[in-house]
């Protein structure tokens, strides 16, 4: 440790949070390191080779950590090099090449790559995510493999370092006059044979070393024939990759089928036609999407139980109609259930979507049943598919198991994750049999372990099964022309270590005593609920979606949605992570989760780490003195109803700088934020002072602490609008709370009292809808409420909350004919648990072209942004999207955001203070006067109206 922070400019960590986060990937496995370095350049790559080939310790390289074959965990040194190694990619265009650094994620080389019309072929699920490093290490493939070929077929040269301490540059036949150079071709000429006989025999036979690219018929590429090394050679410090040309124009035809063996057969027949892809995916995943995502339940999809997915490219409308008439064509004659050509990009992507998740979603069936990785890779030569895949579910049958079906069928590829014990000694002794007969299975049809995965842990073992002494010797004998000393990744593929050692599994106890939250989904246990993070790292995408903000501020492993899971396990295992819910590494990896929810709907197993870190909380603090922000915010709802009694006295007050400056520091409040002002106007006194109208359907308005608080002109504008939809609006109770401050602060057992009460009065009041206008409120009710309270009746509650968008939609409001702009903030927690479909509904009902902010969280986020520490991650997550639309707002756009919290960032940061949607509604069909009075200002309302003048009725 001391010798490594001596020669590197980079961190290095040895600290257990740290080991505890690197001990695992995306892969069953679990193998704890000693440090991990995050190397800033190659120099610092090659000072750590030099210390630990000097001391004996071997060095894991990772790179996303995505990798499901426990290729990226090691008992020494893990070398991260995606934090720092990152830099952006040199694109020549006229060579149609990239010069890249390892850490790069792929869709970064995409975007550079992509004014210039071109792109990278290979192109694996985890593009937004992925390392050209890691890439190159496993040799990922991807949905376009078909077309454009695996990384290997688009790699020109490398820059590797080499265990005795040397740089080498990999290339082609032109670079084969270095000392290693002969060695690998001296090595070819004593394996020539062999390796034509037993190697590169189809396109995704990867499993062990690519010698093939040696022979003078693939190229003598000895760059080639490292790719997919599983980082057992040496280290990659920078890649020369070849670039494709990108489609003008694409088009997706999806064939529907009897069952995946029946497109397996067919699936060979559609690679003569140039097709970029030939995909599959099965019902059961399908219909796991569905169950995770709204947006998932409306997948265009024909008729059938399994659907290969055809994308075809070309430069211009005809050459689409061409392929897609050729594509469906071919599936009628292969006897296709049903066809469908999407051109719609938005729909297209949709589709995309199921098959990008099925990593994720593979590992969790509808009910609740534990899938894992293993066997997740196989493939064989394409026209034995088929055959395979009907063998290979009796195999599954006799062992008593099942699983998801999907991948790359054009290739012969197949990705599957099955449902074996490996909680329990037994269940993974039977996990042992079952891969060895799979070995013997894929050997039988000439086919191989992994596809594009790599052999690593999981299968490294079982290449003595596929190949035969020889091959296994070339393969050794390889390994040792660049690491005769064992230094790097040892146990995988070369003395591979038993497939059943180190399983992650035997570290991932049940946890079931004195929770806080009830876990409905996973059995009442936290263990299991921690167990749906598989690694696959969906949480560390950099763009797209909202998950994870503070991962995108920070770029820690700890602060992404995956570290916090599996610190969390680890502190359940107790083995690294020692002094259990006390942990301070675990503490501080959840400061800075903002609770926004999006994991719970973005990450394809619906890891929920807004829930698991109020479970923390509240685990942390029992029976403790607790941050003083936990007073300050997590009481909030009765501070403010104590407020509310004097409002202007209270702003008075809060207005003098040393009573800010007092509160603040007493609050735990950072001195950067401004308190906002109270309303002065009371909006329950305007209420009863409205002309209320008597009939229609009755609904509830739910109005929480925020909105009575600070925005009653959204209250406001929700009655006159529920009205003049032909509701009969009434009001919540009193005291109606849905508790998300006592949640978010952990401070469950209060939650639970005060969500019970707000449930017996909701209950007691008709069966009719509950509007709720702020959407943190309303996914309290609607989402927590069935995690923390064992009672019917708070089902039957949570059915009944809308969002008022949901009960306007439909309902004919007279709009003005004049189309308006708009740009629509979406608060985090509706966009991971209600989605923002009526909104958009309601937008084109009223004529607003709305746009979205689509991208991240405001960065408040409750009591977050307020907290002393957090400030600068909440202006960074802020800036992200947030602010950014707030500053290109044109002067006649509308600014929408139904969150308070939203609305409060923006108004502090940006100097704009959005409408709330129910104003911004509002202000489509009321007079100008009328539209003025409703909306009003919080701190000042205008004196009501005369009851004779026009639209009084409303304010009365």
């Known amino acids: 440790m001391r010798s490594l922070q001596a020669t590197v400019r980079g961190e290095v960590r040895d600290d257990d949070g740290t080991r505890a986060l690197y001990a695992t990937d995306a892969s069953n496995h679990r193998v704890v390191p000693r440090c991990v370095v995050f190397p800033r350049d190659a120099a610092d790559v090659l000072a750590v080779v030099g210390t630990c080939a000097e001391d004996g310790v071997p060095i894991t390289t990772r790179g996303a950590g995505t990798n499901c074959a426990g290729n990226a965990v090691g008992p020494g040194v893990v070398l991260d090099l995606s934090r720092h ?28 790559a992509a004014p210039h019309g071109l792109m990278f072929g290979a192109d694996p699920s985890t593009h937004s995510r992925c390392t050209l490093g890691g890439m190159i290490g496993t040799n990922a493939c991807g949905s376009h493999s078909v077309a454009w070929g695996t990384t290997a077929d688009n790699v020109e040269s490398l820059d590797v370092v080499t265990s005795d301490g040397q740089t080498v540059t990999l290339g082609g036949p ?41 022979t003078p018929e693939h190229g003598t590429h000895l760059a080639r024939s490292f790719v997919g090394s599983e980082g057992t050679c040496g280290i990659v410090t920078r890649a020369t990759v070849r670039l494709q040309d990108r489609p003008q124009r694409r088009a997706l035809v999806v064939a529907g089928f009897a069952d995946e063996v029946h497109a397996a057969t067919a699936a060979p027949r559609f690679v003569p036609l140039g097709v970029l892809t030939v995909e599959a995916i099965d019902r059961e995943l399908v219909l796991t999407a569905a169950s995770r995502r709204a947006e998932n339940r409306a997948v265009p999809l024909p008729a059938g139980d399994a659907w290969l997915l055809l994308e075809v490219g070309a430069d211009d409308e005809d050459g689409i109609r061409e392929a897609t008439t050729a594509a469906m064509r071919v599936a009628r004659e292969v006897g296709a259930r049903g066809t469908r050509v999407l051109l719609d990009s938005a729909q297209q992507r949709a589709v995309w979507a199921v098959r990008e ?22 493939a064989v030569p394409p026209e034995r598919l088929g055959e395979y895949l009907e063998q290979f579910r009796q195999l599954m049958a006799s062992h008593d198991r099942r699983g998801m079906i999907y991948g790359h069928f054009g290739e012969g590829c197949v990705h599957v994750r099955i449902d074996h014990d490996l909680l329990t000694p037994g269940g993974r002794a039977s996990f042992r049999r079952f891969q060895e007969e799979a070995a013997e299975l894929v ?67 049940s946890v079931t005593s004195n929770l806080g939250f009830l876990y409905p989904a996973d059995d009442g246990d936290f263990g299991k609920a921690l167990r749906r993070c598989t690694g696959v790292g969906a949480c560390r995408k950099t763009a797209g979606g909202g998950m994870c903000p503070s991962y995108r501020a920070t770029s820690e492993e700890q602060h992404s949605t995956r570290g916090r899971a599996r610190l969390l396990a680890e502190m359940a295992d107790g083995e690294v992570i020692t002094d259990g819910w006390r942990s301070a590494a675990v503490a501080e990896a959840l400061d800075l989760c903002l609770s926004c929810k999006a994991c719970s709907s973005e990450c394809p197993v619906g890891v929920d780490m807004a829930t698991y870190k109020a479970e923390f909380l509240h685990q942390r603090f029992r029976g403790r003195v607790r941050p003083r922000t936990h007073y300050s915010m997590g009481w909030l709802p009765l501070l403010l109803a104590a407020a509310r009694l004097t409002p202007r006295i209270g702003n008075r007050v809060l207005r003098a700088p040393v009573v800010q400056r007092v509160a603040k520091r007493l609050g735990g409040i950072d001195e950067r934020r401004e308190l906002p002002v109270l309303a002065e106007q009371s909006f329950r006194r305007w209420f009863r002072r409205h002309n209320r109208q008597q009939d229609g359907d009755p609904v509830i308005l739910w109005i929480d602490c925020f909105t009575s608080s600070f925005s009653p002109s959204a209250a ?45 009065l909701l209950g007691t009041l008709p069966e009719v809808p509950i509007v709720s206008l702020e959407p943190s409120c309303a996914t309290a009710v609607r989402h927590d409420s069935r995690q923390l309270l064992d009672e019917p009746e708070a089902d039957r509650v949570a059915g009944r909350v809308r969002t008022l968008a949901e009960a306007l939609v439909g309902r004919g409001l007279p709009f003005s004919r004049e189309p308006v702009r708009a740009v629509n903030q979406i608060h985090c927690h509706q966009r991971a648990t209600v989605g923002a479909a009526a909104d958009r509904r309601l937008a084109v009902e009223a004529r607003i072209e709305m746009a979205e902010v689509a991208e991240g969280c405001c960065g408040l986020a409750g009591n977050f942004g307020f907290e002393q520490g957090h400030y600068d991650v909440s202006v960074a997550c802020a800036e992200e999207a947030l602010l950014p639309a707030a500053r290109q707002l044109r002067p006649d756009d509308v600014f929408v955001a139904d969150g308070f919290s939203c609305r409060l960032q923006s108004e502090q940061l940006a100097g704009r203070r959005p409408l709330h949607l129910a104003e911004a509604i509002l202000d489509r069909i009321a007079p100008t006067e009328f539209r003025e009075q409703s909306r009003g200002s919080n701190a000042n309302p205008p004196s009501p109206p005369d009851p004779a003048q026009p639209g009084a009725r409303a304010e009365q």
């Open 716 to 760: 406001r504008a929700a009655t006159l609008l529920l009205e003049r939809a032909g509701y009969r609006v009434l009001l919540a109770p009193r005291g109606t709370c849905c508790g998300i401050t006592w949640i978010s602060t952990g401070q469950l057992d209060v939650a639970r009292r005060v969500l019970s009460r707000s449930v017996r």
């Open 443 to 509: 050997a039988a049809h000439g086919g191989s372990l992994s596809g594009e995965h790599g052999d690593g842990r999981a299968r490294s073992e079982l290449l003595s099964t596929l190949y035969g002494a020889k091959v296994l010797e070339a393969f050794r004998q390889y390994k040792g022309v660049f690491d005769a000393e064992n230094l790097f990744n040892p146990g995988v593929l070369v003395d591979p270590d038993p497939l059943d050692s180190h399983l992650r599994a035997a570290h991932l106890p």
């Open 174 to 214: 032109h670079a084969v006059d270095t000392p290693l150079a002969k060695r690998l071709l001296e090595l070819r000429e004593r394996h020539l044979g062999t390796i034509r006989t037993d190697l590169g025999q189809f396109g995704r036979q990867l499993s062990g070393y690519g010698l093939h690219h040696l």
């Open 357 to 378: 998740q099925g990593a994720g979603l593979a590992s969790r069936s509808l009910d609740g049943t534990e899938f894992w990785p293993g066997w997740e890779d196989a």
């Open 85 to 112: 190694m990152t830099g952006p990619p040199a694109v020549d265009a006229a060579s149609r090449t990239a010069t890249v650094q390892p850490g790069l994620v792929l869709d970064r080389l995409q975007d550079a």
